[in-house]
Nanobody, 120 residues
Framework: QVQLAESGGGLVQAGGSLRLSCAAS????????MGWYRQAPGKQRELVAD???????NYADSAQGRFTISRDNAKNTVYLQMNSLKPEDTAAYYCHAQVLRTMWDMRTYWGQGTQVTVSS
């Protein structure tokens, strides 16, 4: 089994910053893509940013220029530095990871979510 443990969410004023972390643990042979999605009340889950094992990144338009995704492969951890936060960034943020558990078993795992609330 693989677990993703998220941390770093909270309440912040508009213009402030937060850093989310997500650490994967368990039976892990290799992790390919890792990243963050978010879901606001009444809306669909949407991609925020993701990063390959080689460090290539992809951002949603809404995150470009304000958020930075990074990872530490040795720690199986992905980070999301969020700056210049806006009230519309308020959502539950979910970490995901594509984990190779054995040579023939690759699965996508999700964290439980961490709430980010930005006040105006």
């Amino acid at each position: 089994q693989v677990q993703l443990a998220e941390s770093g969410g909270g309440l912040v004023q508009a213009g402030g910053s937060l850093r989310l972390s997500c650490a994967a643990s368990g039976r892990i042979m290799r992790i390919d893509d890792m990243g963050w999605y978010r879901q606001a009340p009444g809306k669909q889950r949407e991609l925020v940013a993701d990063i390959t094992s080689g460090g290539s990144t992809n951002y949603a338009d809404s995150a470009q220029g304000r958020f930075t995704i990074s990872r530490d492969n040795a720690k199986n951890t992905v980070y999301l530095q969020m700056n210049s936060l806006k009230p519309e960034d308020t959502a539950a943020y979910y970490c995901h990871a594509q984990v190779l558990r054995t040579m023939w078993d690759m699965r996508t795992y999700w964290g439980q979510g961490t709430q980010v609330t930005v006040s105006s």
